[in-house]
């Protein structure tokens, strides 16, 4: 038995690997895919360009205007005179976010009354929308309290008389000391390479399975092997092993180029990650493998899969919390293998985290690896009797 | 004349064959149509990038009346929700470590005895970075939560000292254009439209010539009269279709059943999606003629057209946040400009106006890869 499963893993390698323009699908749009996605997975929000309207035009609104032009969280791209050109500039998107200092501001600002400033957002983008707004907010709301500050002092030296010379104001003085674990420079890279090594083996491992059994039933060559002494339980071993060592070396591949390209921090253990991996490629072969039950043509396996990949790669945390979905979706996503290999290997990655606070996530795996391979080899038993 | 009528009938007959291809397999069609319902249901319910009800623990070393002041301030916040107090570093760790928290807040001991003596009284927040967006956003909240807190306590100093009253100086008026509510799913759903049609178009089709190689039946397409542009308009026509139907069902749930603001023309979402829909469904036939074999076409089909729109296109990540290097590279790919003329339409209603040179584009793109894909499969035929 072992000998035939050999010999039909060795065809099938042979099959897969003779072709130079094969051997290229296994492993280049893995690298492909993490190079695309590596970079253009990015929701860090900086050096967004604003355009700044001063009606204004004193030493107050000046010193606001220095405030953003200092920060590194925005750029002055344009100056715009009027209503109109600001709207102009944010139909186009030239900006994305317009600050208007109104007349007055200098003056109220003397008088010690409230003035404003009024902040317009793009939110096409609500996400950057929202990060921009509270940037601008922040640069605003700490030059405010740098004017307050002045204007109390001002206050009490005219109350304590004409001594003058600086009065010193007792007041409570807090202060907040942020600390970041984990991401200290909060760069949406590590947390989404990670994330991307795991639809990359769920996406191949998955599509190549479902793909390669059907079109050996498109092109009648199933029917052949058929009729060879091998047993059903062999001729599956042997067609899904394959796939599974590909997804195994593309875990080490994209892992390792992951590592060198994006410089991503790995803390965890390397053997603890190809455990997992193996794992989760027990639960994306058994659906390929089902996939390939339920299809005739390679289309039909493709759209399948992809029906099937779709919301897994969606609700599985990658870049959209778990936290945030409505409850029932998220008791949904406790079926979803990709959520628990993603939680895995961001906590193996970022978090350093070893089995004793992965145990549940790698016990789910096992679970539902097993519940899907077994059903998926009991219905493709029954296909081939 | 009678020349070009029978191009048109071989055309013809080349879509008939495929629409019943198309239509014999009730499975592939169901999913076809059913994919911009799920993916819809999926932005439209599921999935946000809004961060509010921060999980929260507390470490109070401090145990005052004032310690409980600022953590009341965080339990009343409907960005943070409080899930209770801990007693030492460990516990936080363990919890951070299991992804139950996101955000500590520890009050040192001697934080009230600094406060009350004006010396300088400390808070630390310990943040889980792994989620980056989370934790800038956590970041800039619990940041604006305690500076107004301080603002406060200094003031109330002050007017306790001086008896006067000092108003806050500035107030930050803030209005948000094109999306006022800052829903993520507003700006997802237009984008969704370029992203389906590239599933259905390009995908699909990719796979219908090379399975023609696959299955040796090209050797009998050679055989008949029919010249390859026939074949590439025939093959295309039936797919058009089904393209058609996705994205006016995706438009049509998105803003009737979603409620996504749809302020510019119809008529141009529909006109523009045509012309990107024609140049998608060509570039699946030319890949379809390069590859020969399913999974290769697959593959190519997915680096070249799906995760370009998914990806490159500003569907959900921002395209000036990416390197410059990449930012370039968008360019060449067709999703970006109808992603970003689809959400101008539809969140800022602009029309041909600001977008005439997308739409030129888009159709130079459609003519151009037509003819490569003529070429290509002529020289293959013959």
């Known amino acids: ?385 | 004349m009678s020349g070009m009528r029978r191009g048109l009938e071989r055309t013809a007959a080349v879509a008939r064959k495929e629409a019943l291809h198309i239509l014999r397999d009730p499975r592939s069609l169901i999913m076809a149509l059913a994919l911009p319902l799920l993916m819809l249901l999926l932005f439209g319910y599921a999935l946000t990038l809004d961060v509010d009800r921060i999980p929260t623990l507390i470490l109070d070393r401090d145990q005052t009346t004032q310690s409980r002041e600022l953590i009341e301030r965080f339990a009343g916040s409907r960005y943070f929700t409080i899930l209770g107090e801990v007693q030492n570093y460990g516990e936080i760790e363990q919890r951070i470590d299991r992804d139950q928290c996101l955000l500590a807040v520890v009050v040192p001991a001697d934080y009230s005895r600094n406060l009350l003596m004006n010396k300088e009284a400390e808070v630390q927040l310990i943040f889980d970075g792994s989620d980056s967006n989370t934790a800038s956003i956590a970041l800039g909240y619990a940041d604006a939560l305690t500076q107004s807190y301080a603002m406060e306590l200094r003031q109330q100093a002050f007017n306790r000292r001086a008896g006067g009253r000092l108003d806050p100086p500035i107030e930050t008026r803030l209005r948000v254009w094109y999306n006022s509510e800052l829903k993520s799913r507003n700006y997802i759903v237009p984008g969704l439209i370029g992203v389906i049609l590239m599933i259905i178009a390009a995908l699909l089709t990719s796979l219908t010539i090379a399975r023609e190689w696959e299955m040796g039946t090209i050797e009998q397409l050679l055989s008949t009269p029919l010249r390859a542009h026939e074949l590439v308009l025939g093959k295309m026509a039936a797919y058009f279709a089904l393209g058609l139907a996705d994205m006016l069902i995706a438009m049509g749930v998105g803003v009737l059943v979603f409620g996504v603001p749809l302020r510019g023309s119809p008529l141009l979402v529909l006109a523009t999606s045509c012309v990107f829909l024609v140049g998608a469904l060509f570039w699946g036939i030319f890949l379809s003629a390069v590859a020969r074999a399913q999974l290769l076409a697959y593959q190519l089909g997915m680096i070249t057209s799906f995760l370009p729109a998914f990806l490159l296109s500003g569907f959900v990540f921002a395209i000036e946040n990416m390197p410059v290097v990449v930012q370039a590279v968008t360019y060449i790919f067709p999703s970006r400009y109808f992603i970003t003329g689809l959400k101008g339409v539809f969140l800022k209603g602009v029309g041909l106006e600001v977008l005439w040179l997308e739409f030129g584009l888009l159709a130079v793109y459609a003519a151009v890869i037509f003819l490569l894909a003529t070429r290509k499969l002529t020289g293959k035929l013959a």
């Open chain 1, 1 to 385: 038995m072992w000998r035939r499963i050999r010999e039909i893993v060795r065809k099938e390698f042979r099959q897969a690997l003779r072709e130079p323009r094969m051997r290229a699908v296994l492993f280049g749009p893995p690298l492909i895919q993490l190079i695309i996605f590596g970079f253009a997975v990015n929701l860090d929000v900086q050096d967004s360009k604003i355009a700044w309207m001063d009606r204004d035009r004193t030493p107050a609104s000046r010193e606001l205007y220095e405030a953003f032009e200092g920060s590194p969280n925005f750029r002055v791209a344009a100056m715009p005179a009027s209503a109109v050109e600001a709207r102009e500039l944010m139909d186009q998107g030239t900006v994305q976010a317009v600050v208007e200092v109104l007349p007055g501001f200098g003056r109220d600002i003397r008088r010690a009354t409230t003035t404003s400033v009024q902040i317009l957002v793009d939110g096409t983008n609500s996400n950057t929308a929202s990060v921009v707004a509270s940037y601008a907010s922040r640069i605003v709301s700490s030059y405010a309290n740098r004017v307050l500050a002045e204007q109390q002092q001002a206050r009490l030296v005219g109350r304590t008389g004409a001594a003058g010379g600086p009065v010193n104001l007792d007041a409570p003085r807090l202060v907040v000391k942020s600390r970041v674990w984990f991401n200290e420079d909060l760069l949406s890279r590590n947390y989404f390479v990670p994330g991307v090594v795991v639809n990359i083996i769920a996406l191949i491992t998955l599509m190549l399975t479902a793909m390669a059994i059907v079109r050996e039933k498109e092109i009648g060559t199933m029917e052949q092997l058929m009729v060879t002494p091998i047993r059903p339980l062999e001729l599956i071993a042997g067609k899904t092993l394959p796939f599974a060592a590909v997804g195994m070396i593309d875990v080490v591949l994209i892992t390792s180029a992951a590592l060198l390209i994006f410089g991503v921090p790995f803390r965890g253990s390397f053997l603890l990650l190809l455990g997992c991996a193996a794992l989760f490629l027990m639960t994306t072969l058994g659906v390929g493998l089902f996939i390939s039950t339920i299809s005739r043509t390679q289309q039909q396996a493709m759209m399948s899969s992809f029906f099937f990949f779709m919301p897994a790669f969606m609700l599985s945390g990658f870049a959209f919390p778990i936290r945030n979905m409505p409850e029932p979706v998220q008791y949904l996503t406790r079926l979803n293998p990709v959520r628990y290999f993603m939680e895995i290997v961001r906590g193996v990655f970022l978090k350093g985290v070893g089995t004793e606070a992965l145990w549940p996530q790698m016990a789910a795996l096992f679970l539902i690896g097993v519940t899907v391979l077994g059903l998926s080899v009991l219905r493709f038993h029954k296909r081939l009797d």
